[in-house]
């Protein structure tokens, strides 16, 4: 299974974004092999639309699951018809992020933010 997390640095050790639309990179963690990409957000710095862009990159990944701090209602759509499932992180570093998931410690993130819509919080 492939899980991604929106991230601060392309470095194992990074902590989560708390911005998925805006993360500077995605880690793609592959549970099987427990190898990780880091893939460039293409969107960070978009004038509009950072979420959408965002959420199709995390599909294009092939990714399963999402592990994100929060996630905006045009990303969400995207994600859910891409069929991954999201799960709310915790504060702190991707890794232990990606443990606790696998310990079935994380819920899912239910808590849809509105739109942001140009705010450059996406």
């Known amino acids: 299974m492939k899980i991604a997390i929106p991230v601060d640095s392309n470095n ?5 974004c708390v ?13 099987e092999s427990k190898k990780n990409v880091f893939i460039l957000n293409e969107a960070a710095n978009a ?31 995207v994600i859910n018809t891409a069929n991954i499932k999201v799960y709310k ?6 890794k232990s992020n990606i443990e606790a998931f696998e310990k079935g410690k994380l819920s899912e993130l239910k808590e849809i933010q509105p739109g942001m819509h140009g705010n450059n919080a996406g």
């Open 12 to 16: 194992e050790n990074t902590d989560v």
């Open 19 to 31: 911005s998925f639309g805006r993360a500077p990179y995605f880690l793609i963690h592959d549970t």
């Open 47 to 77: 004038q509009g639309g950072a979420g959408i862009k965002a959420a199709q990159t995390v599909a294009d990944s092939k990714a399963e699951v999402l592990l994100t701090p929060r996630c905006g209602e045009n990303a969400a759509e």
């Open 89 to 94: 992180s915790e504060k702190g570093a991707a």
